[in-house]
């Protein structure tokens, strides 16, 4: 499987992004709600973010955590393990790889990273990087409990399957903006975390 993820990703990059990636390509908040497309010139804070697949008995899953409730932002949502580059980080997998050993104990030594998804632009100015990496299963994950409030896995199939993606809607300062989300059991995966599912999904072949 991790062949067949390698020939649909993009390349891992080089260097931290602080836009658009080499390509133009990117997606982003703006996907559902153009009127918010991200303005000529803004420089963008560079993050980046782990889409940890894992192997199991029952199949393949994704591991996602639940934010701290006590946070001050995104507190409670779900997310992959990632953030914000720090200045000792030179690329997006070093960001990537650092954040998950902090946020859920991940070995960087577990992870076999095999590339990249499109530059996902936030409304708050970020360019995040998600990479995607195949976790070794004997890996025993632990939460921060500052950053993490729960640590769970989702199967791989749901989260490819369009019947389960769905597009709502809520208002922000009396302007109606529309996200994708896949709910699973008690879990709302919405926002950026199921945009960039669901550029994975566009990707992978279906069955």
């Known amino acids: 499987m991790q062949e067949t993820f390698q020939s649909v990703l993009d390349p891992l990059p080089v260097q931290q992004g602080t836009g658009p990636n080499e390509t133009g390509v990117f997606r982003g ?18 993050a980046a973010v ?6 199991r008995d029952h199949g393949v899953s994704v591991i996602l955590t639940r934010r701290a409730t006590h946070l001050n932002k995104h507190a409670g949502q779900i997310s992959f393990p990632g953030g914000r580059a720090e200045a000792s980080d030179l690329t997006p997998v070093e960001t990537a790889l650092r954040e998950s050993h902090e946020e859920i ?46 640590i769970f896995e989702v199967p791989l199939e749901f989260l490819m399957d369009a019947q389960n993606h769905r597009k709502h809607s809520g208002f922000h300062n009396g302007v109606e903006r529309f996200w994708y989300a896949m709910p699973y059991k008690d879990y709302y995966i919405w926002g950026a975390t199921a945009g960039m599912l669901k550029d ?8």
């Open 105 to 150: 104990g991940l070995q960087p030594r577990n992870v076999e990273v095999v590339g990249r998804l499109n530059t996902y632009l936030t409304v708050t100015n970020y360019s995040v990087t998600p990479v995607v990496g195949f976790v070794d299963p004997g890996n025993d994950l632990i939460a921060e409990e500052g950053e993490v409030a729960e």
């Open 29 to 46: 908040d703006h996907d559902l709600n153009p009127a918010s497309s991200p303005a000529r010139g803004v420089i963008y804070k560079p």
């Open 200 to 207: 994975l999904s566009e990707r992978v072949p279906a069955k």
């Open 50 to 55: 782990l889409v940890p697949i894992v192997y």
